[in-house]
């Protein structure tokens, strides 16, 4: 009798343990497995951009900034590195505030990849010009103009590959404008 349940438990064991091995998800009517996608975090407007910046995995050394005298439809503003690159996240209080980031992209008639999603956008750093622009700091903007700053280079291969991770985490899409 001992041996039967020997028997026994080691089979049942060994069920036990090749479930273990198995991915997790359902079977669709066919029988075929099937995995359920992990789901997107949630972004939502009037939400801090510190907060938005730390969903994204891989975005470290998240910095809170100041929103200046940003319009009254920005919430806040964050920076984090990600990949080796500075990008900047600003959060924005309803859909007409962050939907104002393309027009301010499209008067500097630069070419820029950068993501956006609900109630934030997010792009790669260049220098702070953008940044400026969009906090309304004009006493910054101007003394930077008046120091002949050599303008960056873009970068744009690496602009749209950290716009399309962060756009991925964060469900949220990439935009170019030129």
Known sequence: MKSILGVAGA????????GCGS??????QTGAASTTPEP???TYYGQTASAIAALVPGCGSVQASDV???GPGMASTASCVLGGRTVDFYSWSDAKAAAGVASVIQVNKDEVYYAAG???TAH????????WQLTNDAGNLTKYAFEKHPIPA????????????????L????QHSR
């Open 11 to 18: 089979a049942l064991l060994a069920l036990v343990l090749a």
């Open 23 to 28: 991915t997790a998800g359902t079977t669709d």
């Open 40 to 42: 997107k975090p949630t």
């Open 68 to 70: 200046g005298k940003g």
């Open 118 to 120: 609900t109630g934030w």
């Open 124 to 131: 790669v750093r260049r220098d702070m010009t953008f940044h």
């Open 154 to 169: 873009a970068d744009l291969p690496g602009e749209k590959s950290a716009s399309e991770q962060i756009a991925t985490a």
């Open 171 to 174: 469900d949220g899409s990439v």
